[in-house]
């Protein structure tokens, strides 16, 4: 329990005697005391006001930032919200109805259809409006620890909705919390995003597996009534904790990006290697001979397939930077000055990344590196590489604990 900073002022009236002429004392005149100045409080106001200027400044800083990072990358319209494409490896993040995602892994189509839902229900119920609030608070606020877990209660309960989201949507809460899992470490914590945490992870697979009757839910919310009012007369401030009713799963099929034919049909002949650390056991078979049981534990990805996209005159002629990007050309790494040799409606399609310093080497110091695709090149090998699995086998990794991460390999 947290005490209260909250306090609410009662006025008691107090009877004042009656003077009279009878009963009124004439005083001797009394010097008048000039009051000296108190620095105490001058020093701590002016501390204070130090402070919430410094962090008045990183909010804005901040939001600044974020803004920068929306107009200085490509952005994509998804559904009711805006994709917005950035170098930097990271997991979905979002800012008001803007979703900040890995360029390289969208244009893959590696990113997860269960976290596109997670990152949309942040922005159709507004959850960024409800941080600003708190940071907001905190700022003016600073001295008092409550926004502190004032905001992480929010957040948590923001992932909570998010998460309840994507279970009722997708209804396979094991892949859901394998996917959580082997996400949880990867990227760091934006500042005034809805952002993927472990801590709370931790406590979001609780709550997916976590089932509480209507019956039970209603009860409990009657007993807390007078507990609460208790609470608030006591102290003058009462906390309300949220207890996540999450109804019993249903049998109702829902349809998602990817149907059963579509993902036989892509998967069909390749050897599957399953790596169960679960149940440790080992399975080495063909796609078609998988039981449906592993067909519903592994998450079988099945790309969508590429769109044509071509660079605009600018974006080429900056290409051509052999400082700072290092580029292939239908496979082959050549010089920057190849791009000479094409205008940009003759680049079908391209693709690219940032580099980070430890990754880089003698040979490709540049930044980034990317790849461009002539017409035919594309006609011939990545119009119709989302029909079919381009390898041989696939080995899947079937997480035990949070240390283990899903795998899958060629």
């Known amino acids: 329990m947290v005490i209260p900073f909250i ?3 009662v ?4 009877a004042q005697p009656t003077v009279t002429p009878g009963n009124t004392q004439i005083l001797p005149a009394t010097a008048v005391v000039v009051e000296e100045t108190n620095y105490l409080a001058i020093a701590l106001w002016g501390f204070y006001g130090f402070v919430t200027v410094i962090l008045g400044f990183r909010f804005l800083r901040n939001v600044v930032q974020i803004s920068k990072k929306m107009k200085s990358n490509t952005s994509i319209v998804y559904q009711n919200a805006q994709l917005v494409l950035v170098p930097e490896k990271t997991l979905p993040h979002t800012f008001l109805n803007t979703i900040f995602i890995n360029e390289t892994e969208y244009n893959n189509r590696e990113v997860e259809a ?12 507004k959850h960024t409006l409800d941080i600003l609030f708190i940071e907001v608070l905190k700022t003016i606020f600073w001295f008092n620890p409550i926004f502190i877990f004032y905001k992480k209660a929010i957040q948590l309960n923001h992932e909570f909705l998010a ?3 994507v279970v009722d949507s997708y209804n396979n809460v094991p892949f859901y919390q394998s996917l959580l899992l082997s996400k949880a470490n990867a990227n760091p914590t934006f500042y005034l995003a809805s952002n993927l ?3 709370i992870t931790k406590k979001r697979l609780l709550m997916m597996t976590k089932t509480t009757s209507n019956s039970k839910s209603i009860a409990k919310k009657i007993i807390l009534i007078p507990v609460l009012s208790g609470l608030f007369f006591m102290f003058c401030f009462k906390t309300i904790a949220q207890v996540k009713n999450i109804a019993q799963v249903t049998t109702k099929t829902k349809l998602t990006a990817t149907n059963d034919s579509r993902k036989d049909e892509y998967y069909a002949g390749v050897r599957v290697v399953i790596h169960d650390l679960v149940k440790n056991k080992e399975i080495d078979t063909k796609y078609e001979d998988i039981s449906e049981e592993y067909k519903k534990r592994v998450f079988f990805y099945v790309p969508t397939g590429f769109e044509k996209k071509s660079p605009t005159t600018q974006e080429l002629e900056n290409f051509k930077d052999p400082k700072k990007y290092a580029i292939w050309i239908d496979g082959v790494h050549q010089s920057n000055k190849a791009l000479n040799n094409f205008k940009p409606s003759e680049i079908a399609f391209f693709q690219g990344s ?3 310093k430890n990754a880089r080497s003698k040979k490709f110091p540049q930044p980034y590196q990317y790849s461009f695709y002539t017409h035919n090149y594309f006609e011939k090998n990545l119009k119709n590489s989302h029909k079919k ?4 086998k696939l080995e899947v990794t079937i997480c035990k604990d949070k240390n283990t991460r899903p795998i899958r390999t060629k």
């Open 7 to 9: 306090t609410i002022e």
């Open 11 to 14: 006025v008691q009236e107090i």
């Open 114 to 125: 269960e976290l596109y839902t997670h990152e949309l229900t942040h922005v159709t119920q």
């Open 163 to 165: 998460d309840e989201k």
């Open 197 to 199: 945490n472990y801590l």
């Open 354 to 356: 940032s580099v980070s």
């Open 389 to 392: 699995f381009s390898g041989e």
